[in-house]
Every structure is written in C-alpha cells, then in structure tokens.
C-alpha cells in the first residue's frame, strides 16, 4: 500500500474476526476492529497465520486518524513485542504463506485501472530525491500566490483607512474572498467566507505567521500606514480550496518534474476525487491547481493569477528539469470555522500612527474608534470582584490539567483547543464559556463526538473545582 501510495479501505479478516485499516496516499492514518484501534488495531492481525482481505479503493475514508505513526516504525514495535507476523524485513510472514495467496490477486486489480503517476523514467527519480540540496526543497513556511476574482477594492492606501470599520463593512457585505495586504517587506492576507473571518495570515520575509497573531502584525503595519490593500471577491468553492492550500497538509513533496508525468498526476488525483492542491515550483515561477472532489476549480500561476479552466498554464511549468511538484490534500471537505471579528479587533491594541502618515489630521481620528472598545473593557475587572466569591482555584494547575486532558483525547491535534484555553479568562464562567466552545468548534481529522466528550470531562474537572 504504501509503496503504491494506495487510497482507500484494507479489510482483513481470520473467521469471526475482521479488522479495517485506512490508507491515504499510501499512509495508514486509522485502524480499527475486535474492540481496539490505533496501533493496537494493527498488531493483532500481523499476528494471524492465515485469513483473507480485500482493498476498496472507492470506499469514504473516516475523519479519525488514530495513527501517526509510520508503518516502519509501527512494524518495528510489533518485531519488538514479539508479534509472530512482523518478519526482520518490516513485511508480514503471513503474506508469503501459500494461504492468503488467492486473496493476494484481488489486491493489484485497482492498481490495474490507475494511470501510471510516475512516469518510464522512474527509476532514477530515487537517486535524485535522495540528495536533494538546501535550496531545492520548499521553504519551511510559505505564503502561496492566490488567485484573484472580482477585484472590489483596489490600492487602498493604509494611512487613509479606519481598518476596523473596513473589517465590518465586509463582514456586513458577507463577503467571501480575502483583504490582502502588500507592504515593502511584508505580505498579508485575511480570509472572509461569507462575510465570517476564518484565519489570517502573514508573512513578514523569515516566517510566516497565522491566526492571532498574523492579524496583529497585518493591523499593526495599517495602523502605522505601512503598503496598500486589495479586496478580492472569490466564489465559496475556491476560497474553500484556499484555505485548504495554506493549510493541508503535504502529501506528496520534493517530486522532481522531469521524473514525473504531471499529466497523468493530476489525472489520478481526479480520479482519486482529492480535495486539494497541485503545487508546481519552476525556478522563476509557481502554478497551483486547484481541486474539490477531484474536479477542478481552477489553475493559476504568480505570474497570471486569473484562474483558468485549464491546467496547462501549471502543467507547462514542468518543462523545466529543476521544477519540482507537490500535492497537499485533506480526507473530507469542512466548511472553515469562524472566528470572532470582534473578538480580534479587541485582542489586537492599535499602534499609534507615526510622524510620516500624509495627512496627519486623518491617523489621530484612527485612535478613536479604540477608544469606545477601551471604554467597553475598562469594568472588565468589575466583574472579577465576585472572584472572592468563587472557590480558591490553583489556576496553573487546573489549566494544565486541561491542557494534559486535549492532549490525551486528541494527541497531535489538540493545539487549537489548547489555544482556546490559554486565552481564557481566569474564572469559571469564561472557562466555562471556553468549554462550550470546544464541544462545537470543529477540528481537522477529529470526529466531533471526540471534542463533544473531551469537553464532557472537562465540566466534570471544572465542576469538582467548584
């Protein structure tokens, strides 16, 4: 599977006993069956001396990921358990028993109908991916070019904008495309859907900053009247594809263009109904295809971002030897969450104007609208008084408590309920606020009923406090 790079559902099953184990491109990311899942979902059925499986390639893959771990190192620790199935060479003994042979044909026969994504100069595409130099390979961190759309604001000057009363005008006019900022050193963007704010990005030339703080930086360089901005309007599809562009995960990287048939690459992730992006690096130029459910959306390039319905304008770029692909994608399509406007506007201080602003008159009536927000804050503490009222809570206790609790029930994602908490107010009623929070937002790969039961434990936690 993995050296196949295979999508979709391996069943196993030994008589009564039957175990299913998913795979994207190749990773296995969950496994369940007989009562467990995980590794241990996996450790069993290596054990089996005999049984038969099938491989569905069509079948809709789950949002649990009960695995990050590879299968060389999952097959590993089965050798070290003693696990009978995990042979010295990281396969399964069993495989090559003359048992499961019959079932063994059905397993090529999707292989059959895929079109060959590498192509007959494969072979040395190893050898060239082994040694792949520093410069080569991707920046750790990047703001992708994106697309443009129906252009609704153009060059406006940062000195001349309220930029909280922008940031309402959209949310008001439900726009669903982003506000992009360009400086002389620095690049922003702020992502709407359907006139909600769904993530914010940054770039500052080391690293590139999202969230919270992406917003900060893009409010502080307005607010000291620093570049211009743009507001694009996108359709709900693309600004989806997005978001998804920035923040996939990579799924297949490094590969490099002259190894590989591009055309029959996207082909496949068509037929594989991906969500996701195709990413081409020339050496002076980037085109990204864009796909929902395998269709595409769009093609662009940073040179021509008008998207096309033809992916040439990408695929051409591969001419180049020294053009390298790669491919992110998620399992299943999720409408962006939200985020506060308000809530950010509040979070984020304005930075007073500086002394080359041109029209001074216009930077001292931008302090003003923080004024009122400063005033709505100000009996923040009055609320606070009734703390003595409240039980004598070991807050940094608690709170790490909490943050060991996310970690438990949702390992590697747990980050975005562990931001929630670290910006929660230092009483029960925020922190119960918070918790509700958790049961409703919505996680990447997480099944809802896992947060919906995380958020259960926690109010048991908090109400043992009380």
């Known amino acids: ?196 704010l769904i993530e914010s990005f940054y770039d500052g030339g080391a690293v590139v900053s999202t969230g919270r703080t992406a917003f900060s930086l893009f409010k502080n360089d307005v607010d000291r009247g620093e570049g211009s901005m743009d507001v694009i309007e996108l359709s709900a599809e693309v600004v989806t594809a997005i978001y998804q562009l920035l923040t996939a995960p990579t799924i297949l990287q490094g590969l490099l263009a002259r190894f590989v048939d591009v055309r029959a690459l996207l082909a496949y992730l068509q037929e594989e109904k991906i969500h996701g992006s195709l990413l081409v690096r020339a050496p002076d130029e980037m085109g990204i295809v864009l796909l929902r459910d395998g269709a595409l959306l769009g093609a662009f390039t940073r040179g021509q971002p008008q998207l096309m319905q033809d992916p040439e304008i990408v695929t051409r770029l591969c001419a180049d030897a020294k053009t390298r692909i790669e491919v992110k994608a998620v399992a299943d399509l999720e409408e962006p969450e939200s985020v506060s406007l308000e809530e950010m506007l509040a979070m984020t201080p304005s930075v007073p104007a500086t002394t080359y602003r041109p029209a001074p008159a216009q930077p001292a009536a931008a302090p003003a609208p923080a004024a009122p927000r400063a005033q709505n804050y100000q009996p923040a503490p009055a609320p606070a008084a009734p703390a003595s009222n409240e039980p004598d809570i070991d807050w940094p206790a608690l709170m790490s408590q909490l943050n060991q609790m996310a970690d438990a029930a949702l390992q590697n994602r747990s980050k975005k309920v562990k931001e929630m908490l670290a910006s929660t107010e230092h009483n029960l009623d925020g922190l119960d606020r918070t918790i509700d929070r958790i049961s409703q937002t919505s996680i990447m790969f997480v099944d809802p009923a896992r947060l919906t039961n995380l958020a259960n434990e926690m109010r048991q936690l908090v109400e043992e406090q009380r």
């Open 1 to 196: 599977m993995q050296a196949q790079r295979a999508t979709g559902t391996l069943q196993v099953r030994n008589g009564g006993e039957a175990f299913s184990l998913f795979f994207l491109f190749g990773h296995l990311f969950h496994a369940y069956g007989n009562g467990s899942q995980g590794e241990e979902a996996v450790f069993e059925p290596l054990a089996w001396r005999q049984g038969d499986y099938t491989f569905d390639p069509k079948s809709k893959l789950p949002t649990e990921e009960t695995i990050t771990a590879p299968t060389a190192d999952i097959l590993a620790e089965a050798k070290r358990r003693g696990v009978p199935g995990a042979s010295d060479n990281g396969t399964v003994a069993a495989a090559t028993r003359p048992a499961p042979a019959p079932a063994a044909q059905p397993a090529p026969q999707p292989q059959v109908n895929e079109r060959p994504v590498v192509s007959q100069q494969q072979p040395p595409a190893p050898t060239a991916q082994a040694q792949p130099t520093p410069e080569d390979g991707p920046p750790a961190t990047e703001l992708y070019p994106l697309p443009v759309g129906k252009l609704v604001y153009e060059s406006l000057k940062t000195a001349f904008v309220d930029f909280p009363k922008l940031l309402r005008s959209l949310s008001s006019d439900h726009l669903t495309g982003y506000l992009r900022l360009t400086g002389a050193a620095s690049r922003g963007m702020i992502l709407f859907y359907q006139g909600s």
